[in-house]
């Protein structure tokens, strides 16, 4: 599969990558990976502003679940960073996102749960570099230069 990497000094580049995302309004899953502190939520907050969220953007990290309606648009923000058992998404219904019409889920941490999820659409690997620099390699989708 096509990967491509971006080198992300600052969060306006993080927000550019992002609005570069929101504008082929993906639907499906996309997977964020990386330590803490990588990225992966900072990521989430410009992306969904891309796409046209006012309000705040909470971590999911207790809930495991924020959800959002956007332009019509059913957006799961979710975390599993804190998830025990796969099984439990299971037991929370998490799947029936996947099954509503135009819907995307957003996942951090979905290493906790391979066995169980879907594979994802769009997986963005999140790797801090020594510099405080970031690097977002990008799976499964195809952008211009961001």
Not at 16 to 40: C, H, M, R
Not at 59 to 83: A, C, G, M, Q
Not at 87 to 108: K, T
Request: glycine content about 6%.
């Amino acid at each position: 599969m096509n990967q491509k990497q971006f080198i992300l000094t600052s969060e306006s580049d993080t927000a550019t990558l992002a609005q570069k995302i929101a504008e082929l309004n993906p639907v499906g899953s996309i997977w964020l990976s990386g330590d803490l502190g990588a990225g992966k939520t900072t990521f989430t907050r410009y992306f969904l502003r891309a796409l046209g969220h006012t309000g705040a953007v909470k971590s999911p990290t207790f809930t495991l679940v924020e959800p959002y309606l956007i332009n019509n648009k059913p957006i799961y923000h979710s975390d599993l960073y804190r998830l025990n058992d796969p099984e439990e998404l299971e037991l929370m219904g998490f799947f029936e996102y996947f099954d509503e019409p135009n819907s995307l889920v957003i996942i951090e941490w979905a290493s906790r749960a391979t066995s169980i999820l879907p594979k994802p659409d769009i997986l963005i690997e999140f790797k801090k570099l020594d510099n405080d620099d970031r690097m977002a390699v990008l799976t499964g989708i195809e952008l211009a230069h961001a």
